[in-house]
């Protein structure tokens, strides 16, 4: 290491030896922080003396050898320039001192006559070598000597007043003082010089800097260097070790990314330090974590001024400043510095001190998770209560590691079950497979009497969502039979249970009817409640049975919208997300679900991603945008809890697409029938079907769809908007030459629908006008695009212009039925439906010629009612996001719709849009 600015104290320690070559014996102390360059100091110091002849006897204490009597004085004698006759005498003595009955235990004061005699001899010894010359005896680190050498060295410094002999000695200040006695008679000595070392000043930072770097370089870095070092010279260079090994660091003004040099000399700096001093950084190491640096003094029971002096020392040392620790490092490497048994048991003694504090859970169970303890009566549901408090902030890992410690400390049965189903819960959000593993001891528990009821309702929902059918059926059974005077927030957890099942698992809550209307008492309805779970659960029950009308639908939303997303809300959000979609509101649905799917994506909580994915994948798909269903559906099947929602929709968009190829490898796979009982087995069986028919399977097609109604009426959710299973099975039948069963099936499903459902109703009257006699089916299809036109389906919009467009044909009126048939084609592209655009062309074209066709520009009469509605408020200089805004859709919708509206209207920017305004307002 560099000896930089001791240039004043070296010269002093110079000056020393010459008076004592003159005759004046004399004594030097150096003292200083730890690694403040005491010991280069020194050994500078003894290399000038031994140019200068001057005969050196030296010695390094050390922590490992303080109890053995005499081991400084006799590293002295090992001075390989001594005459062997003068080593000898000074190792005999000391060998035969050994033996003297007291030497290991002295008195650090009194020096017993015995023991006299042998200081004495020793000191004869001393006095005959420097009456050879003069003499220098050194001692680095005296602070860790022991009691007989140091009565040696006070007996030597008192007889060397007209001798010519120079003690120096190296000692550390730390907070406290090593043998104050030692020091203070030492001091007392005729030119007896304290020599204290300063840490490096700006300049002595800036001298090693040069040293290494060019001097524009150290100036820049300077700054740095003297806030991370606090001038401490094994700081600094060790700083420069990590810049100089890390080649990307050296263009870097702040910490370099390899600390490996700087973490190792922050740990020697504490290793070295006073006990008191030592504790204290590890106490204020630990601490930090939970920002709790003010109870150090509590955390080893010192008085304010000691835990004062120790920051003192600390801070000349250069490991803290007046903030704390200089560096996120600094404070690292202290706790890095203890051993780990050492450090589990500091951990734990901050946990239960800051328990006692009254500190937030949550930085308690840091310390409990370093400790790796739960085994204080507090412990466990402290920890449940960081974990929750962890989930809150999408902290799921952290969470998990809570709860696996609060398990490994539960100790009643009740407790490791409640315990086990958080863990499960929080396992379900990162971890499906090791979630299903805990299913087991759960339903153990449940059988056991010692889960209650709302825990007992989330194992059976798990079981649900892990396809484990039976295994909640027998649960649901058990509970039925144990379950009955519930408190009042048991009561609506159980009503929301019940609406939720007959939802989600309608054949399960068939099954057991009895067991859910006899178990508890009557529950408040879910329009008199505030509670989400039974007012969601509620709204979606009503829309599958077809028992809301449009304004209840709307005001539901509007009520459970302004929850915040959470563990707690979740559910109750992805119930209403799918009563929009499923009531025929998926404009609404896009534009919320957008916003969940986002704001899910940031917190990076996977399973909400795939289930808020899979519902947007069916609203996407219900509003014609085969790209972002195939977006959301792919990305929801990457978790198993959103796979069969997602493999239905992605199958029906492959479908429409005309990839068919694509389409039959997902519908080959094997179903899960425990899905087939799920609505999502529904969306199977609508998907598979339309596959069917698009390979011009009708039959297969017709029991997939029958199958679908079958299920759909026995469960008591028959609402066309749903799943139009009705009109799935007219087109099969059409498909197989049955034109009047299909008109009749689909009539049947005309007259359960309400004029809002836009969607279902166009495209169950395009199906009737299909299976209709020529003269009919006009008025049916126009009827049939205005309902499709105010619930938007880009997809069902093409089919409905070119089966209008062939109508026209037959009437004659071929202009009208080539334009609505150009139209009908660009729509299916503009929507990624090439399947279907490939089968949207008259008798007298050829798809060659329709192609051509379909890159001829159209009017504004040709726009669509939506696609009107954008350019509108787009020639009024709205943007995007306005336009959004107020129609309720995505920007995403938006810019979409503009695309489409540019090209049929043969213009190229929005200011196109703005000098057509007075064409675009209607008349």
């Known amino acids: 290491m560099c000896l930089v600015e001791r240039d004043r104290e070296l010269a002093l320690l110079d000056d020393l030896l010459t008076e004592g070559s003159s005759g004046r014996g004399g004594v030097a102390l150096i003292s200083g922080p730890v690694a403040s360059g005491k010991t280069e100091l020194l050994n500078a110091f003894v290399q000038r003396a031994s140019v200068a002849g001057v005969t050196v006897l030296s010695a390094v204490a050390s922590h490992a050898e303080c109890e053995i009597p005499f081991g400084v004085a006799d590293q002295l004698s090992h001075n390989v320039s001594l005459p062997s006759g003068d080593v000898m005498e000074i190792q005999e003595i000391i060998q035969d001192s050994i033996l003297l009955e007291g030497v290991t235990t002295v008195d650090p004061e009194l020096v017993r006559p015995d023991h006299a005699r042998v200081l004495a001899k020793l000191h004869a010894a001393m006095m005959r070598l420097s009456s050879k010359g003069p003499l220098l005896v050194t001692i680095d680190d005296l602070h860790h000597a022991d009691r007989m050498s140091l009565h040696f060295l006070r007996y030597l410094a008192r007889r060397i007043t007209n001798r010519r002999v120079l003690l120096v000695f190296n000692m550390l200040s730390g907070a406290a003082p090593a043998y104050p006695l030692f020091q203070a008679e030492i001091l007392r000595q005729p030119n007896a010089n304290r020599i204290h070392l300063e840490p490096l000043s700006s300049c002595g930072i800036a001298q090693i800097l040069t040293s290494h770097m060019k001097r524009a370089e150290a100036e820049r870095l300077l700054p740095r260097y003297e806030e991370l070092s606090g001038g401490n010279p094994l700081l600094v260079n060790a700083l420069l070790e990590d810049r100089l090994g890390d080649a990307e660091a050296m263009n870097c003004p702040v910490m370099p990314n390899t600390t490996q040099a700087y973490r190792q000399a922050v740990a020697v700096c504490v290793q070295r330090s006073d006990e008191l001093t030592a504790d204290v950084a590890h106490g204020l190491a630990v601490l930090e974590m939970s920002q709790a640096t003010h109870l150090v003094g509590r955390l080893f029971s010192l008085e304010s001024d000691a835990v004062q002096r120790c920051k003192y020392v600390l801070r000349r040392i250069g490991l803290l400043d007046h903030r704390g620790f200089r560096h996120p490092e600094t404070s690292a490497a202290v706790l890095g510095s203890l051993d780990p048994s050492r450090r589990s048991a500091l951990h734990l003694r901050a946990a239960r001190l800051l328990f006692r504090e009254g500190v937030p859970a949550a930085e308690v169970a840091k310390h409990l998770l370093a400790a790796d303890h739960a085994g204080d009566a507090w412990a466990v549901p402290l920890l449940l209560e960081a974990a929750e408090h962890a989930l809150h902030e999408d902290r799921m890992e952290l969470a998990a590691e809570y709860t696996r410690l609060a398990h490994s400390g539960a100790v009643s049965p009740d407790q490791r079950a409640a315990v086990t189903l958080i863990l499960a819960h929080i396992d379900g959000r990162v971890n499906p497979v090791a979630a299903g593993r805990r299913f087991g001891a759960l339903a153990e528990a449940l059988y056991e009497g010692r889960l209650q009821v709302g825990q007992a309702i989330l194992l059976i929902k798990y079981l649900l969502l892990y396809r484990q059918v039976e295994q909640a059926e027998d649960a649901l059974r058990h509970i039925g039979g144990t379950v009955r005077d519930m408190s009042a927030t048991e009561s609506s957890d159980w009503e929301a249970f019940r609406l939720w099942l007959g939802c989600t698992y309608p054949l399960v809550a068939r099954n057991a009817a009895d067991v859910l209307e006899e178990a508890g008492h009557k529950p408040t309805p879910p329009q008199y409640t505030t509670d989400p779970q039974l007012q969601s659960a509620g709204l979606l029950n009503g829309v599958l049975r077809g028992e809301l009308s449009q304004p209840d639908i709307d005001a539901g939303h509007e009520r459970l919208r302004a929850l915040q997303l959470s563990d707690e809300t979740f559910d109750p959000l992805a119930m209403v997300l799918c009563a929009l979609v499923y009531a025929d509101r998926h404009g609404a649905a896009l534009a919320w679900g957008t916003e969940l799917l986002k704001e899910s994506s940031e917190r990076g909580v996977r399973s909400w991603v795939a289930v808020f994915g899979a519902i947007m994948a069916q609203a996407a798909l219900r509003s014609g945008d085969l790209e972002a269903a195939e977006s959301h559906a792919r990305a929801a099947m990457d978790w198993s809890m959103g796979v069969e929602y997602a493999t239905a929709s992605l199958v029906l968009s492959l479908t429409i697409r005309g990839d068919l190829e694509a389409a039959g490898r997902l519908v080959s ?194 726009l669509s009612k939506a696609e009107q509605r954008v350019a509108l408020l787009a020639g009024r200089g709205h943007t995007n996001s306005e336009i959004a805004g107020k129609l309720f859709i995505t920007v995403s919708t938006v810019e979409q719709h503009l695309t489409r509206i540019y090209r049929k209207l043969g213009i190229k920017h929005r200011s196109g849009l703005q000098s057509m305004y007075d064409e675009l307002v209607p008349q």
């Open 669 to 862: 796979h094997p179903v899960d029938a425990a899905a087939l009982q799920h609505p999502a087995g529904l969306y199977y069986q609508h998907a598979h079907g339309h596959y069917y028919l698009a390979i011009n399977r009708p039959r297969a097609a017709l029991l997939e769809f029958q199958a679908c109604g079958q299920s759909m009426q026995s469960w008591g959710i028959d609402l066309p908007s749903f799943v139009p299973w009705r009109s799935d099975v007219a087109q099969a039948l059409i498909a197989l030459g049955r034109e009047e069963e299909a008109r009749e099936i689909a009539n049947e499903q005309l007259s359960l629908l309400s004029p809002a459902q836009g969607r279902t109703r166009g495209l169950t009257l395009r199906v009737i006008a299909e299976a209709s006699a020529a003269e009919r089916r006009m008025p049916l299809l126009n009827e049939a695009l205005k309902a499709i036109r105010d619930d938007p389906d880009r997809v069902e919009e093409s089919r409905l212009l070119g089966y209008l467009g062939r109508t026209h044909y037959s009437y004659g009126d071929h202009g009208t039925a080539k334009r609505l048939m150009r139209q009908a084609r660009e729509m299916a592209k503009e929507c990624n439906a090439e399947g279907l655009s490939n089968m949207l062309y008259l008798a007298d074209e050829s798809p060659q010629e329709a192609v051509r066709d379909s890159s001829e520009p159209v009017g504004i009469e040709d």
